[in-house]
């Protein structure tokens, strides 16, 4: 967070938190004078949504929610969805048998991720969308959906990228420590991206596998800086 930050207000940086203060707070800047306009809304984007830490050669990773919404005493399968994911479960797998039915739940997830990049300098500057290939490249995923919406409601150039395979096995079905190996070097990128700032756009991040070979293949094409921005973040791997 405090990275973003400081990338995008350049007035500030970051400091350690004093050692009267942690276990309160995690993060500490400094800058001269009141805090400025675009920091405090910048800084309100960040307490409605997630910021994880990106994988390598992605500048930042926003996810609108967790998936589900852990609750003491109840197994992880009896979590009840946010709102977000509610919208991502309803569009990846209640919609199945009618394509039609992914309609709402996507421009629900549209709205709210044209809003971020409404929202966030960095997100704004972006101006090439990239979707990620789906598992079967016989159908259009529900994540190549979203992405596709969000460049033409956004106004940015849409890419698709390419997956190597025609079918692979969805990488939340495999072990962590195999995650990575089995999508290295799947995704490719055909469009000139050279000195152009990328979103990548995804429905669920996992472990983040999927993501940083995403980001590869963008920085492969050409891409100068690479952004990730998810729907929903899963809390179990």
């Not at 007035?11 to 309160?24: I, P």
């Not at 960040?46 to 990773?61: E, I, N, R």
């Amino acid at each position: 967070m405090a990275g973003q930050l400081c990338a995008c207000v350049a007035a500030y940086r970051g400091k350690s938190v004093r050692s009267e203060d942690q276990g309160r707070w995690n993060l500490r800047l400094a800058g001269p004078g009141e805090v400025r306009p675009d920091t405090l809304a910048l800084l309100e984007l960040f307490q409605d949504v997630l910021v994880m830490a990106p994988p390598k050669g992605m500048s930042a990773v926003l996810a609108l929610d967790f998936y589900k919404e852990p609750l003491d005493g109840l197994p992880a399968d009896q979590w009840p969805y946010t709102g977000a994911g509610q919208l991502v479960y309803d569009g990846k797998y209640a919609s199945r048998s009618d394509p039609e039915a992914m309609r709402h739940p996507g421009q629900m997830l549209v709205g709210a991720m044209l809003t971020v990049v409404e929202r966030h300098p960095a997100y704004t500057a972006a101006t090439v969308v990239v979707g990620v290939p789906g598992h079967d490249q016989l159908r259009v995923s529900f994540g190549q959906r979203v992405a596709d919406s969000l460049a033409q409601a956004a106004a940015r150039q849409g890419v698709q990228a390419r997956a190597k395979r025609e079918f692979r096995t969805a990488a939340k079905a495999l072990p962590q420590e195999r995650r990575m190996a089995a999508l290295r070097n799947e995704f490719t990128v055909d469009v000139d991206l050279r000195n152009r700032t990328v979103l990548v756009v995804d429905d669920v991040i996992h472990t983040g596998a999927t993501l940083t070979e995403m980001t590869r293949a963008a920085r492969a094409a050409g891409a100068s800086k690479v952004l990730g921005l998810v729907a929903a973040r899963t809390l179990r791997r």
